[in-house]
């Protein structure tokens, strides 16, 4: 009787094994589940952000538009950078871009040059 019952106990203990492998193998880790909720706040927190620089553009715009002028600002994904051009809000011409276009020009042709010398950051 004992004999069985030690078989009995080792199957169902390698069951039990074998289980808890499975469930670890397919279980996403707390570290998964940490960066997941921590990338969500990013969003949500980048997603808070972009309303509150939208509202303040709004009131930007509200407090120059009488002299005929207005802001948009704009990212460039090249440069990697934020930039405003003042517009002519009859025309719809860009008048100017601070930083002038010339510089992020300049900005994305740098980053390229040193894309030449420099494989990766350090």
């Not at 492998?21 to 808070?48: M, R, T, Y």
Request: negative net charge.
């Amino acid at each position: 009787m004992n004999i069985n019952m030690n078989r009995v106990d080792g199957n169902i203990s390698d069951t039990v094994r074998s289980v808890e492998l499975g469930i670890k193998k397919n279980a996403p880790s707390l570290s998964d589940n940490s960066a997941n909720i921590n990338e969500l706040k990013a969003q949500k927190f980048l997603k808070e952000q972009q309303e509150e620089l939208e509202k303040q553009a709004k009131k930007l715009n509200e407090s120059i538009a009488s002299t005929g002028k207005e802001l948009k600002f704009k990212y460039s994904d090249e440069a990697e950078e934020l930039y405003v051009e003042i517009i002519d809000s009859r025309t719809k011409e860009v008048l100017t871009s601070l930083p002038p276009e010339f510089l992020i020009e300049l900005s994305v042709k740098m980053k390229e040059m040193i894309g030449m010398f420099f494989d990766k950051k350090i």
